[in-house]
């Protein structure tokens, strides 16, 4: 299963769609994992809670990736049948006021490699940084054992336009990103967070080897929406990647 991950990042056309690190709804989750294997997703990442990892496990063939911020968690995510594990994303922890600072993402990724050395390990860069060290911090996350790196930086942005314009709008802070560490470091980089079918060919163009989407997902109610807005990002990403 991880080499078609890896497959798909090497051809830049991967997609993820992520459940939500805090969100343990299992009814949710579930949906949300029917509609990334149905719609033509390449990975699923959902949070750090057994249960829910056996019953993705059992709903799907897609290499699952757990996301939590505390390395023990991993661990217990791995023995559950985890096929890969991010440190992050980090936007729904902002809302409540908590920060994720350069010195704790890599220490969070220093103590995980120690846990797990062998595991594929992506890592979060926090959008909070201003550019310039998010690059920095990207290059030491490598360093640190990172084999991929994953931009954030939806929740940031404040769109003035509907439509398009918004959509682009809302995307461009983590297609910053996405720019500028793709060009420093040597690892894949996921574009996450505020992207949409509008952005994802972005996202590529950028130098994104894939994408995750998540809320635009998995806080619709109806599991055929769901899946026809997987289906809408994996038909923009196999047209990005063919132009690339």
């Known amino acids: 299963m ?11 056309h991967a997609l993820k769609i992520i ?16 509609a990334a294997d149905l719609g033509g997703a390449t990975f699923v990442d959902i949070a750090a809670d057994a249960t829910l990892i056996r019953m993705a496990k059992q709903l799907t063939d897609l290499p699952i990736c757990v996301s939590a911020v505390e390395p023990e968690a991993f661990t217990m995510a791995v023995e559950a049948g985890a096929d890969l594990i991010e440190i992050g994303n980090f936007d729904s922890f902002y809302a409540q006021g908590r920060r994720f600072e350069a010195e704790e993402v890599l220490a969070l990724t220093h103590a995980t490699r120690a846990l797990l050395p062998n595991i594929m390990l992506s890592v979060t860069v926090p959008h909070i940084l201003p550019l310039d060290q998010q690059v920095e911090l990207a290059e030491q996350l490598v360093k640190a054992g990172a084999d991929v790196i994953q931009t954030e930086g939806g929740t940031s942005s404040s769109p003035e336009h509907a439509g398009a314009l ?20 040597s690892v894949p980089v996921l574009c996450a967070s505020g992207l949409s079918s509008v952005t994802a060919p972005l996202a590529i163009a950028a130098g994104a080897s894939g994408i995750g989407v998540g809320s635009a997902i998995h806080k619709l ?24």
Do not use: H, W
């Open 2 to 12: 991880i080499s078609t991950l890896q497959t798909a990042l090497t051809n830049r």
């Open 19 to 34: 459940s939500g690190l805090n969100n343990f709804d299992a009814n949710n989750v579930a949906s949300v994992i029917k």
């Open 166 to 185: 918004g959509l682009i709008e809302k995307a461009a802070p983590t297609l910053a990103a996405a720019y500028e560490i793709s060009r420093a470091v």
């Open 221 to 244: 109610n109806d599991e055929l929406a769901m899946i026809a807005v997987v289906r809408s990002l994996v038909e923009s990403l196999t047209r990005a990647s063919v132009n690339v």
